[in-house]
């Protein structure tokens, strides 16, 4: 199940905005942003929709389990790779499988 306080902050962090603004943006108390983030209370299904307009997300990608940003060492892993021939990403997609059946 899905810690919605935390998944509140990380997608506020992802969108670089603080805790602050996001009540700001959203018409909310800090201190309810901060009480939700933290899990002492639930958000509404109205204040959780105007966190998700205000992070310009669907409700369907707030409780999708998987992060639109990856994890910056994962991003430049990716981004090493693109660089590569075909036959040297499936050298190193072999290798990192030796890696994972360890």
């Known amino acids: 199940m899905i810690n919605v306080g935390m998944r509140i902050k990380e997608l506020r962090e992802q969108a670089g905005i603080s805790g602050r603004q996001l009540a700001k943006i959203t018409n909310l108390d800090p201190s309810q942003i901060s ?3 933290k899990g002492v209370s639930k958000p ?3 204040a ?5 307009s205000a992070l310009n997300i669907s409700f369907a990608e707030f409780f999708s389990p998987e992060s639109k940003e990856l994890p910056p060492n994962l991003a430049q ?16 997609n072999d290798l990192l499988k030796t890696f994972k059946d360890q």
């Open 35 to 37: 009480k939700i983030e």
């Open 44 to 46: 509404s299904l109205d």
């Open 48 to 52: 959780l929709d105007r966190v998700c």
């Open 77 to 92: 892993l990716l981004e090493t790779t693109k660089s590569l021939t075909p036959e040297q990403q499936k050298l190193l």
